[in-house]
């Protein structure tokens, strides 16, 4: 099990990691943070199953830390005091609270207990999964990722989607694939193309370059088009 | 007055000689620093600044077997907390006795 200690006192990531070394259930610790904010960013980038957490330091407690996380890791909070107990209760990810100074046997069982609760950290990323649109392709679901796609072209009963590697044909309706795209990302410049607006390569007239397909724009649409553009 | 002891550290070093070593090592660097602070925040009136740095000294006091030293500091950090500093005197006079003793570990 791969863990990462946050604790602003050197002497507390000092005795942390000789436990965590101790106990047979861990891996050494993946990084220790006397910060905070510096363990956030690396969760960003990264994810582990557990994190030892001080509750007090300084600007940023605990909580806060937790608060911060989108999809909070098995916590194992760490505090010099016993009355933060009550509010760790509200907390699904916190799996245990360790007042210190830590022994051996109490951090084993702390260990032990996060072992044994299922893992928050193995739930589906939603911001990953929000990119994902699985399409019906011979009695397959084919997974796509969103923001690859470039250009979808109505074919009669079929719609023609078009991404940075490949392309599918699926059976399904313009109205169907359009309300399944961020309109953020996706713009309906004609009743036969959408197209993914971060893709523009230049616009003419009534077209549009999306990669080295040239889009006809229709009249009623070119207004909300102009109006998505950073125009100098 | 009470004098640190290595109960806690051998405890948990399970014969790592190299990791108790170490951890006295930080001990000994991170202890005066924080009752630096501790000073300087008093002198500055900022109490909260100063019940923090209690905090981080307690945690060493119980790494060092100092019982009735981490009592006292759990009752200055409240009363820092609570604006309140007439118990400064004694426990620096604990502080620098033992940054005598931790540096001698």
């Known amino acids: ?187 309906k410049v004609h009743r036969s193309y959408i197209i993914n607006t971060t893709k523009i390569v230049d616009i003419e007239d009534n077209s549009v370059l999306i990669k080295q397909d040239i889009i006809p724009v229709s009249r009623a649409n070119r207004p909300e088009l102009m109006r998505r553009l950073n125009l100098l | 007055m009470e004098e640190p002891n290595l109960n806690y550290i051998k405890e948990i070093a399970d014969g790592n000689e190299t990791f108790e070593r170490e951890l006295i090592a930080i001990i000994q660097s991170e202890f005066p620093m924080e009752r630096d602070a501790f000073v300087k925040y008093i002198e500055a009136s900022q109490l909260e600044h100063a019940a923090e740095m209690v905090h981080k000294l307690k945690h060493k006091f119980n790494i060092l077997g100092l019982t009735s030293t981490y009592e006292s500091a759990v009752s200055l950090e409240e009363e820092l907390r609570a604006n309140n500093a007439s118990s400064i005197d004694f426990f620096l006079t604990i502080l620098d006795s033992l940054n005598s003793q931790i540096q001698e570990l």
């Open chain 1, 1 to 187: 099990m791969h863990s990462i200690i946050v604790d602003d006192e050197g002497t507390s990531r000092a005795i942390l990691s000789q436990l965590i070394d101790n106990n047979a259930s861990l891996d050494p610790p993946i990084a220790s943070f006397s910060n905070a904010i510096e363990a956030i960013k690396f969760l960003n980038k990264q994810s582990v199953e557990l994190v030892f957490l001080d509750i007090h330091m300084p600007g940023f407690s605990g909580f806060d830390f937790i608060d911060t996380l989108q999809n909070p890791p098995k916590i194992i909070l760490t505090t010099s005091d016993k009355g933060f107990a009550l509010d760790a209760f509200e907390y699904d990810c916190i799996v245990d609270y360790l007042v210190k100074p830590i022994t051996q046997e109490r951090f084993d069982r702390a260990v032990q207990k996060a072992l044994q609760v299922s893992s928050p950290s193995v739930q589906p990323d939603q911001n990953s999964q929000k990119n994902d649109l699985y399409v019906n392709i011979d009695r397959r679901l084919v997974k796509i990722n969103i923001p690859d796609i470039f250009l979808i072209e109505a074919k009669g009963d079929y719609i023609h989607i078009k991404t940075e590697t490949e392309n599918h044909l699926v059976h399904a309706t313009m109205k169907k694939i359009e309300e399944k795209l961020p309109s953020n990302l996706f713009l």
